[in-house]
């Protein structure tokens, strides 16, 4: 098992990575705050894994609430669901809250945690890769709103990460890519080195090879804990982390939330991100070759779907990097290094969403 540490003072917490750690009681026990416990998971993933976790927790009084699954149920109405089975179950502010899910059982774990008594204890045990690599670590909670994705949430840091490696053999191969599409984020953001290394083992990671898996999920969470430790609250450099997030949540808003998975919407979006940054001289056309077959060769989409590009603009202007009205982006000075930036020509943006377009 490798241990990794997202380094916040007191609030530090540790990432725990490996195969069967789900059924690793000694593991899970110091985190639990006293008793109580409520997984908060969906209908795909608790019969797959639910039974494992509750033998885990046996001995502690143990519930679940169990959401529909799909980013279309990522909203404040399903959160209360949440709410309703922790006061019908009488827990108290002891209650440790476990996330056992992908992101989105996380990141509304996550904010039910943050806001339940004004907060409790929280684990992440994700069980996709995109979750594992991403949205696990770091404390940003939020559900959806129809305007605009991710709008209403909170940071609040779980108090350790699980991330069980066994569990991604039952993960579809099209949920696999969108994960990947985050892994390659942090390549392209801050880490050439590990750049190289997935140009080198794509292959090994679309097959699932455990080595390469595992080693692709300890140097994506390790990018990630360093930027956090630097920025938990994404005054700077945290908002690097958003590569290709700006275009790719105007995909999910557009299409509606399910349509497009989170991971292909960052795909699409950081090759848009990339050409755009060719446009403004910064990188080369061979750089977004670069991208665009690092993407291919992971099965993601290069090309996002059409939309009008004035609606694209639109959906684009609801988004937190926004400062006094000027969209923010995040773009590629070189392959390994980004900066967050609203100095782009609005006439090469518009280029690059006509051009960018199945
Ligand atoms: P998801 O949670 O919808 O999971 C994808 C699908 O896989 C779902 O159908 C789920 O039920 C299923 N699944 C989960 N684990 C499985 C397993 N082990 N075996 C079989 N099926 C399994 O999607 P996701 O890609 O994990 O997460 C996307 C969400 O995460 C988005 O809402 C996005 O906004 C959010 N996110 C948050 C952060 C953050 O920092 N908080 C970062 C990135 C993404
Ligand atoms: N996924 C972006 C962040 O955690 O900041």
Known sequence: MITLDVALGDRSYPIFIGENLLEKKELIQPYLAGSEVMVVSNETVAPLYLDALMTTLEGRRAEAVILPDGEQYKTLEHLN??????????????????????????????FAAACYQRGVPFIQIPTTLLAQVDSSVGGKTAVNHPFGKNMIGAFYQPGCVIADTSVLNTLDDRQLSAGIAEVIKYGLIRDKVFLVWLEQNMEALVARDTDALIYAIEQSCRNKAEVVAADELEHGQRALLNLGHTFGHAIETGMGYGAWLHGEAVAAGMYMAADLSCRLGWISQTDVAHVEDLLTRANLPVKGPAIDPEKMKQLMAVDKKVQDGRIRLVLLKSLGDAVVTDHFDAALLDQTLAQCQA
């Open 81 to 110: 669901t949440v709410f309703t089975a922790l006061l019908e179950k009488r827990f108290s502010r002891q209650v440790t809250i476990i996330a056992l899910g992908g992101g989105v059982v996380g990141d509304m774990a996550g």
